[in-house]
C-alpha cells in the first residue's frame, strides 16, 4: 500500500506543480496579448491577401428581399469575431446596429464593421481599431480564431496534396496497364 500511496501523492504534487506552471504561464500571455495579437497579424498579412474575402459595404434589397446593387470592399478581409451590436452606429445614431464584427484585413488592421438595415438600405460602418481594443471589445477569441483560421488552411493544403498525390499515383498506374 505505501508505495502506490506514494506514487499517488507524488501524481498529486506534479498536478500542483503544473497547475502553478499554467498560472504563471497564462498570465505572463494575458500580459502580453495585444502584442502577440499584433505580431500574428502582421504575419497574416500575405494570406489574409490571398485567402481572405471581400466583405459588403453596402446594398439594396429587391421586393423578395434578395440584395441588389452590392457594393464590395475592395481589400480582403478575415473575420475574426462578432459580438453583441451597439444600439447604434457612431457615424449615424438613427441606424441600429443589427450585427457588429472584428476583421483583420489584407493590410494587418483590424476593422470593426457595424452593419446596419434599414427599410431596403444595407449599409456599414468601419471603423479601424488597436490591437488592444480589439481584445477589449471581441475578447481572446479574435486571437484564437486567427490561429486556427491558418490552421485550419494548413490542414486543408496537406489534405489537398494528399489528393493530387493520390490521383497522380491514380494515373501512373493506368499509364503503366496500357
Known sequence: MGKIEEGFDELLKQIEEIKEREEELTSEVL????LLLRRLAEKAKPLVS???VTL???AKSDASGQMVETRFHDRKMFVLG????MPYRPDDMSKPVNSQFCALSEDGK????MYSTVGPLTDSYENE???EEALDLYGLEILYMLYKAFEQYLTDEKEFV?????VISFMMKEEEGK
Open 31 to 34: 500580459e502580453n496579448e495585444a
Open 50 to 52: 490571398k485567402l481572405g
Open 56 to 58: 459588403l459595404i453596402g
Open 82 to 85: 462578432k459580438t453583441d451590436p
Open 110 to 113: 483590424f476593422i470593426e464593421l
Open 129 to 131: 481599431l488597436t490591437a
Open 162 to 166: 494528399t489528393a493530387l498525390e493520390r
